[in-house]
């Protein structure tokens, strides 16, 4: 399911999702194992083991609910379709429109969700909706069609081949891309999204999912060591909070990074995916500048099936991933903190010492406790601490000691 925006000559997906895990030959083997029951019924004969029956079969199931798209029932011969010691046996089964629905109803169902989830991801609803393009064979199944206007509202377009759209929207574009073809832009989205390995086994996304390309983003990392020379840079895909949960993409190192206190250096990372889904991950210090980066050309060639798992994994984990994330946010916080707090506390005397000293040790507890709440609760006085005291601090990332950064 994708939702376009087309304006003259501008084409602009705002949202694609879909299910890998559903087409034409799904709704094909619920009618092959139909057909094998009822012959076991009559015949008392089991036709799975026989590879050739089971071939005619399915050739048969295939022929059958092309049929059903125009037809109210079907006949299905399928002459000496096995042998046996008493003699060869043959199938002869109608098959009605009505039978082939409710065999399939679960399937036609199963195309509502990624419908809604487009329109969500675009933020719109059916009432927003201008047209309906059917694409694929099975979309001329009757069922498919009444759940497609059931969820939009609006009656399918006819004017095109459903089998063969897709290959001319391949052509055209391919000659946009090249330049044979003018007067046409179309502008797609990231089917995913794409970050980095941040520490505590945390995603920090720096693109999301369903982002118009061309596109370029940035953000602004540090180390959580002292005097840390090198990071190393994990660039992922994916949605679930954690990083390990996501597709790798690659790795690289940025090396000679200006030693310095944990929380100093600025390292801009940046993201950069042009209209052919190549990804362009780059890494800089920004005090010596020193950079580093990689090309990744087949991040857009993630499956479909590995899409949808993707999707499904970060959904049905969003919220139990999501509070891990955040108590891993605020644990890389705290002891960023503590981090600073020791280096600059040596430049502090009398009472802004002491204070300093008394919420680094209760910020050291807090850390060791695992208590959520205790541990905000002295975040926040290790920050008022050092404002007080004169101290300037910086919301800046982190990066653990093995070079995987964090927000």
């Given at each position: 399911m994708s939702i376009l925006d087309i304006s003259h000559d501008v084409i602009q997906v705002l949202a694609t999702a879909g299910n890998s895990h559903l087409?034409?030959?799904?709704?094909?083997?619920?009618?092959?194992?139909?057909?094998?029951?009822?012959?076991?019924?009559?015949?008392?004969?089991?036709?799975?083991?026989?590879?050739?029956?089971?071939?005619?079969?399915?050739?048969?199931?295939?022929?059958?609910?092309?049929?059903?798209?125009?037809?109210?029932?079907?006949?299905?011969?399928?002459?000496?379709?096995?042998?046996?010691?008493?003699?060869?046996?043959?199938?002869?089964?109608?098959?009605?429109?009505?039978?082939f629905e409710r065999l399939t109803m679960h399937l036609v169902n199963k195309t509502e969700e990624p419908v809604r989830q487009a329109m969500r991801d675009a933020g719109i609803t059916s009432?927003?909706?201008?047209?309906?393009?059917?694409?694929?064979?099975?979309?001329?199944?009757?069922?498919?069609?009444?759940k497609v206007r059931e969820l939009t509202g609006l009656d399918p377009f006819r004017g095109i081949n459903p089998d063969e759209c897709v290959a001319l929207g391949a052509c055209i574009q391919g000659g946009v891309l090249s330049g044979k073809v003018g007067g046409l832009l179309l502008i797609d989205v990231t089917s995913l999204s794409l970050g980095i390995e941040t520490v505590g086994d945390v995603y920090a996304k720096i693109i999301d999912r369903n982002t118009s390309l061309p596109v370029e983003r940035s953000q602004i990392f540090s180390t959580a060591a002292s005097f840390q020379t090198s990071v190393e840079i994990n660039v992922l895909?994916?949605?679930?909070?954690?990083?390990?949960?996501?597709?790798?993409?690659?790795?690289?190192?940025?090396e000679g990074i200006r030693r310095a206190p944990a929380g100093v250096?600025?390292?801009?990372?940046?993201?950069?995916?042009?209209?052919?889904?190549?990804?362009?991950?780059?890494?800089?210090?920004?005090?010596?500048?020193?950079?580093?980066?990689?090309?990744?050309?087949?991040?857009?060639?993630?499956?479909?099936?590995?899409?949808?798992?993707?999707?499904?994994?970060?959904?049905?984990?969003?919220?139990?991933?999501?509070?891990?994330?955040?108590?891993?946010?605020?644990?890389?916080?705290?002891?960023?903190?503590?981090?600073r707090a020791r280096h600059e506390a040596r430049?502090?005397?009398?009472?802004?010492?002491?204070?300093?000293?008394?919420?680094m040790q209760d910020l050291e507890n807090a850390i060791r406790s695992q208590d959520t709440a205790r541990l905000e609760m002295y975040v926040q006085a290790m920050e008022q601490a050092l404002n007080q005291s004169g101290v300037w601090t910086q919301n800046n990332s982190e990066v653990h000691d093995d070079g995987a950064m964090d927000v």
């Amino acid at each position: 399911m994708s939702i376009l925006d087309i304006s003259h000559d501008v084409i602009q997906v705002l949202a694609t999702a879909g299910n890998s895990h559903l087409g034409g030959d799904d709704f094909d083997a619920c009618i092959a194992k139909y057909l094998v029951e009822e012959f076991n019924k009559k015949e008392h004969t089991d036709l799975i083991r026989d590879a050739s029956a089971m071939a005619r079969i399915r050739e048969a199931a295939e022929k059958a609910k092309i049929e059903l798209s125009q037809a109210a029932s079907t006949q299905i011969s399928l002459p000496f379709l096995i042998q046996t010691p008493s003699g060869p046996r043959h199938m002869d089964q109608v098959l009605t429109r009505e039978t082939f629905e409710r065999l399939t109803m679960h399937l036609v169902n199963k195309t509502e969700e990624p419908v809604r989830q487009a329109m969500r991801d675009a933020g719109i609803t059916s009432r927003d909706l201008k047209k309906v393009l059917l694409v694929g064979g099975s979309t001329r199944i009757p069922a498919v069609q009444r759940k497609v206007r059931e969820l939009t509202g609006l009656d399918p377009f006819r004017g095109i081949n459903p089998d063969e759209c897709v290959a001319l929207g391949a052509c055209i574009q391919g000659g946009v891309l090249s330049g044979k073809v003018g007067g046409l832009l179309l502008i797609d989205v990231t089917s995913l999204s794409l970050g980095i390995e941040t520490v505590g086994d945390v995603y920090a996304k720096i693109i999301d999912r369903n982002t118009s390309l061309p596109v370029e983003r940035s953000q602004i990392f540090s180390t959580a060591a002292s005097f840390q020379t090198s990071v190393e840079i994990n660039v992922l895909q994916g949605e679930n909070p954690m990083a390990s949960a996501n597709r790798s993409l690659g790795r690289f190192r940025l090396e000679g990074i200006r030693r310095a206190p944990a929380g100093v250096p600025k390292i801009e990372v940046t993201f950069s995916i042009d209209t052919n889904g190549i990804v362009h991950v780059s890494a800089r210090d920004q005090g010596t500048g020193r950079s580093q980066d990689i090309t990744v050309s087949g991040a857009s060639g993630m499956s479909q099936q590995d899409i949808e798992r993707a999707m499904r994994d970060a959904e049905a984990y969003a919220a139990q991933e999501g509070n891990r994330k955040k108590q891993e946010e605020l644990k890389n916080r705290a002891e960023s903190l503590l981090s600073r707090a020791r280096h600059e506390a040596r430049k502090l005397k009398g009472d802004d010492r002491k204070r300093i000293d008394e919420v680094m040790q209760d910020l050291e507890n807090a850390i060791r406790s695992q208590d959520t709440a205790r541990l905000e609760m002295y975040v926040q006085a290790m920050e008022q601490a050092l404002n007080q005291s004169g101290v300037w601090t910086q919301n800046n990332s982190e990066v653990h000691d093995d070079g995987a950064m964090d927000v």
